[in-house]
């Protein structure tokens, strides 16, 4: 959230604005007032920061008048605000480079000087999301077997289920599980014609274990997946 103010009315909203900061306390205690001038000035001047976009200028006043009203909520929601201003333009950049790395190191580094804002906590969060689900893509793209690729795509939607903008790569997923599915296909033929070479190599050098190895040939053969791409056990006989 990005809070704006319209200085164009002049001293009245200023000074309505003191009445806000001065009367949000609470809690009913009665105190020697600080010097009207002093905290109005604070308030002009924060205000004016934050027209400006002078972020880091206007924590400084916010702080200061924090120390007047210590108790004061819409100054302590102010300053996450402005802390998260300062903050979230870089982390955008450096997402758009494509750096995800910078932006989770510029979080810590922010966490570290300001503490543990809710703003600051979600971008943490959502950030180290974003790079596991990265990482689970590179993953699935390079993978090399189908077992691999279906287990990055469980990954990633685990993790799109939890952070619902990366919603957008859903379409990709389901273009590898078809993929995948022609790899597990591909990949059962291969090793079913191994077996079966095998098993031909082994009853020619009479090995005891060729009947053994014929054996997984036909089970493989014959599961239910393998309906359509069932290979005849007399493919090779032509060879013999």
Not at 72 to 96: K, P
Request: net charge neutral; aromatic share 4%; glycine share 2%.
């Amino acid at each position: 959230m990005v809070l704006k103010y319209n200085l164009s009315r002049g001293c009245l909203i200023l000074l309505s604005a003191a009445v806000v900061l001065t009367g949000v306390s609470g809690c009913g205690k009665k105190e020697v007032p600080d010097p009207p001038l002093s905290r109005n000035r604070l308030t002009i001047e924060m205000f004016k920061n934050l027209e400006e976009n002078k972020h880091e200028q206007a924590i400084e006043k916010i702080i200061k008048l924090k120390a007047l009203d210590p108790e004061n909520v819409f100054l302590s929601e102010l300053e996450e605000n402005e802390v998260s201003n300062i903050y979230m333009g870089t982390i955008r950049q450096q997402l758009n480079a494509g750096d995800i790395e910078a932006a989770i190191k510029t979080v810590d580094a922010a966490r570290k000087r300001h503490g543990l804002y809710r703003s600051l906590i979600q971008a943490d969060t959502e950030l180290k999301k974003l790079k596991s689900l990265q990482e689970s893509v590179s993953n699935m793209l390079q993978a090399e077997s189908s077992e691999q690729v279906l287990a990055e795509i469980e990954q990633s939607r685990k993790i799109i289920s939890e952070y619902p903008p990366a919603k957008a790569l859903e379409p990709m997923l389901d273009r590898k599980s078809i993929e995948a599915a022609r790899m597990a296909r591909n990949e059962s033929i291969r090793t079913r014609f191994s077996l079966l070479c095998d098993t031909v190599s082994m009853r020619q050098d009479k090995n005891r274990c060729a009947e053994t190895i014929a054996a997984e040939f036909e089970f493989e053969n014959n599961l239910p997946e393998n309906k359509n791409s069932r290979i005849p056990a007399t493919i090779l006989s032509s060879e013999q």
